[in-house]
């Protein structure tokens, strides 16, 4: 599938506007000549027809995950690569990380190093000391689809009680549940319990 499959899914189970609708050739342009790089096909047709118009916010567990606007996409990444206080470079974050989303403050990255159509999305922990990213999807479009499923069965399945946190465990309501964890199997393939892991029912 490719990234406008992946976005005309989403459009068939959601009435949510996420914005998808990107920043343009001459975002990219800029983006492109600042870092001195190409960037991998897949995350190029992002930024210039996908990256949303505005932030994004889809429920997870927890923090919600932070889709950046068009907007926002940037080489200078407050509090990842750059310090604003001090007024210089962090150490430790490598150059072909690209930051376009985070979950509580952990950052979302592809890395624009890697060959190929496709761009694997990562994810680290942020204040663990050092960065130890873990990939939660093969693609930006599998990326997207996840998170907005999983947004999808928090906020547009059933009005209240989404969570049952009780002696049976932490678990995701059954009329939700029986809507995501079979997409999730689909769709997330190897990322399954990286989306899922909260949910003891899963």
């Given at each position: ?13 959601t009435k949510a ?31 210039v027809s996908y ?15 932070d889709l950046y ?134």
């Amino acid at each position: 599938m490719n990234i406008k499959d992946y976005i005309e899914l989403i459009g068939s189970f959601t009435k949510a506007d996420f914005g998808f609708q990107g920043g343009g050739g001459s975002l990219y342009s800029k983006l492109q000549q600042e870092g001195n790089v190409i960037f991998p096909e897949e995350f190029q047709e992002y930024i210039v027809s996908y990256a949303p118009a505005h932030s994004q916010f889809f429920e997870c567990v927890g923090n919600p995950l932070d889709l950046y606007s068009a907007g926002r996409l940037s080489w200078l990444m407050n509090g990842y690569n750059y310090n604003p206080v001090e007024n210089k470079p962090i150490s430790h974050w490598d150059k072909t990380w690209f930051l376009f989303a985070d979950e509580g403050a952990d950052p979302i990255i592809v890395d624009l190093a890697e060959g190929g159509r496709h761009s694997t999305v990562y994810r680290a922990m942020h204040g663990a000391g050092e960065w130890d990213f873990r990939p939660i999807a093969d693609s930006i479009g599998q990326f997207l689809l996840c998170a907005s499923a999983l947004h999808h069965a928090l906020t547009g399945i059933v009005d209240d009680d989404v969570i049952i946190d009780d002696e049976s465990g932490f678990n995701l309501n059954d009329r939700s549940a029986s809507w995501l964890f079979p997409f999730f199997r689909q769709y997330a393939d190897k990322y399954y319990k990286d989306w899922l892991v909260s949910f003891d029912n899963s």
